[in-house]
Nanobody, 124 residues
Framework: VQLQASGGGLVQAGDSLRLSCTFS????????MGWFRQDPGKEREFVSS????????NYADSVKGRFIISRNNAKNTVYLQMNSLRPDDTAVYLC??????????????????WGQGTQVTVSS
């Protein structure tokens, strides 16, 4: 399985970005998916997760009401719509796939595959 994240960039506070993560090398609907973020020197932080069919989603409190996770199983892609971005959202965003947790999970150790990450920088 390979994951390719894209869509990051440099934006101003209050702007929006949509991240994409393309899945290949397996059967996408057999995986729960998640987004995490990481700053240098900090622990990897859970952002959001989504179940295999998109019917169940979960968000970190810090992004609830601003970010929306979704997936298109026909395109083998999971998305993270990020609105009202803040400087403290600045991080490398990574997507992950879990074969064991089809309904998604907030724990990084529950994921089997990781993408390379995409940088999001929010200026004040």
């Amino acid at each position: 399985v390979q994951l390719q994240a894209s869509g990051g960039g440099l934006v101003q506070a209050g702007d929006s970005l949509r991240l994409s993560c393309t899945f290949s090398g397996g059967t996408f609907v057999n995986y729960g998916m998640g987004w995490f973020r990481q700053d240098p020197g900090k622990e990897r932080e859970f952002v959001s997760s989504i179940s295999w069919n998109g019917g169940r989603t979960n968000y970190a409190d810090s992004v609830k009401g601003r970010f929306i996770i979704s997936r298109n199983n026909a395109k083998n892609t999971v998305y993270l719509q990020m609105n009202s971005l803040r400087p403290d959202d600045t991080a490398v965003y990574l997507c992950a796939a879990s074969r064991r947790y089809l309904f998604g999970t907030q724990y990084s150790g529950h994921y089997d595959y990781w993408g390379q990450g995409t940088q999001v920088t929010v200026s004040s």
